[in-house]
């Protein structure tokens, strides 16, 4: 039993804090905290009603501000805090955690404002500090980062002797029935997506166009769906951690709509993070544009179809070559109906929970910086099945990349 803190009150807080708060077993003492309190007081009202009054407490916080991060943690005394705030907060946090010894976990990785950039070492060189501090970072625990990357390790423990090829797919073949939303921070999302695309090959990373390379890949119970190269953090982990891997790449997909809007915005300049001027105010039109998209965390309530994420992996086993694709589907409805809001959110918040819980049971406790695949993935595997994201497995099927 555990006392956790979770920080951002956005569509994956949501998810979190109704995962946490179905774990009597687990997390006795849960605060929620974010830097606008009224949403962390809407997801709480929700929450209580469901699993009983004060089941989560609120409060608010800017966690870029380490100060202030420091004077909540050292009143509330938590084990662990939950990262899911923006990408920009995870420094000022694990800051935080170093001053007062506190363990941490998020589910993507530093990114400075100013360049759209993702890359570990930043939160790496924490490694050697943590580990004197006796503290555990767990980074990555989402679902992409995360559940692919458990996929991988779960993948190398049971089924390969060297895995050689690991491509990992991401569908999401919902409808929203919006013109234009993302569906998580447009901010973050639109920065991901607008990046030139890379891959992991024969030992060096090949770079493409945005959107350059892409190809029809079938999703079970989806079918086919126009699917594009592109660079996603948990490569750059898993290539360092699986260095059998000759090459590694992320496809996901997207609707010609979308695509068509997206590419409106960026050449009207609209996705740019440049500030510029606006009558006496400065402001980047990417952070204008996220002011006037649908909030991702308000498109559950007519989101119909499903996600299809997995890893479909190819190397040796016993000698033999070997094909095997493990992936979760994840329905829309079924998303909002437990926590109220849709998959991306869901698939993500349950797997930061799912780290946490392993957290405090002491399986994934060990002090330093970790990517989620350098701990065991069978703990975690389980509870997904038993937490509302089951996966499948294919043995030696046709892979299509
Ligand atoms: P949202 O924008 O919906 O929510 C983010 C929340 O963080 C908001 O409530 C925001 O507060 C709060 N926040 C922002 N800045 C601060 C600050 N300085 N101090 C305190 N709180 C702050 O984002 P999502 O829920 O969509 O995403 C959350 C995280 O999950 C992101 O890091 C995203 O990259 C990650 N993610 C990971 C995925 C994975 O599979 N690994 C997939 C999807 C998302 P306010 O409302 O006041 O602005």
């Known amino acids: 039993m555990g006392k956790v803190l979770i920080i951002g009150a956005g569509g994956v807080g949501r998810v979190v ?8 077993d687990v997390f006795d003492e849960i605060l929620l905290a974010s830097r606008t309190k009224s949403k962390c007081d809407a997801i709480a009202k929700d929450v209580n009603e469901k699993y009983g009054k004060d089941r989560i407490k609120t409060v608010q916080v800017d966690a870029d501000n380490v100060k202030e991060t ?28 170093l001053e007062t010894g506190v363990s941490y976990l998020d589910t993507a990785n530093y990114e400075p404002k100013d360049t759209p950039k993702f890359e570990y070492k930043w939160q790496w060189a924490y490694h050697d500090r943590f580990k004197e501090a006796g503290i555990t970072a767990i980074l990555g625990c989402g679902f992409d980062p995360g559940v692919t990357s458990i996929f991988t390790a779960y993948a ?16 999401n073949a919902g409808d929203h029935g919006k013109p234009f939303a993302t569906n998580f921070n447009p901010e973050i999302n639109i920065r991901e997506i607008t990046q030139n695309g890379r891959y992991w090959e024969n030992g060096k990373w090949i770079e493409t166009k945005p959107m350059e390379i892409h190809k029809p890949l079938n999703y079970p119970e989806i079918g086919p769906r126009e699917s594009y190269l592109m660079y996603h953090e948990e490569l750059e982990s898993l290539v360092k951690n699986f260095p059998t891997i000759k090459r590694a790449r992320f496809w996901m997909t997207f609707g010609e709509e979308y695509l068509t809007h997206l590419r409106v915005l960026q050449n009207v300049g609209m996705t740019s993070i440049e500030p510029i001027k606006v009558g006496d105010c400065e402001i980047a039109p990417l952070e204008f544009l996220k002011a006037v998209l649908p909030d991702p965390g308000s ?25 095997y694709y493990v992936y979760n589907n994840c329905q829309h409805p079924e998303a909002y109906n437990e926590t109220g809001t849709q998959c991306v959110n869901y698939t993500t918040g349950v797997p930061a929970t799912i780290g946490a819980a392993l957290f405090m049971k002491g399986l994934w406790k060990k002090s330093g910086v970790w990517n989620v695949e350098q701990f065991d993935p069978d703990p975690f595997m389980d509870m997904l099945n038993k937490y509302g994201l089951p996966w499948h497995e294919k043995f030696d099927v046709d892979l299509e990349v």
Request: aromatic share 6%; with cysteine; glycine share 6%.
């Open 17 to 24: 804090a109704h995962k946490t708060a179905q774990m009597n």
């Open 70 to 97: 420091v004077a909540l943690i050292n009143d509330f005394k938590p084990d662990l805090i939950i990262n899911v705030a923006l990408p920009y907060q995870d420094l000022p946090i694990m800051d935080a955690c």
């Open 156 to 171: 190398a423990k049971h089924h390969f002797d060297e895995i050689h090829y690991l491509d990992i797919v991401d569908c």
């Open 299 to 323: 498109l559950g309530e007519n989101y119909k179809g499903q996600t299809s994420i997995g890893c479909r992996i190819q190397g040796i086993k016993d000698g033999k070559k070997r094909t």
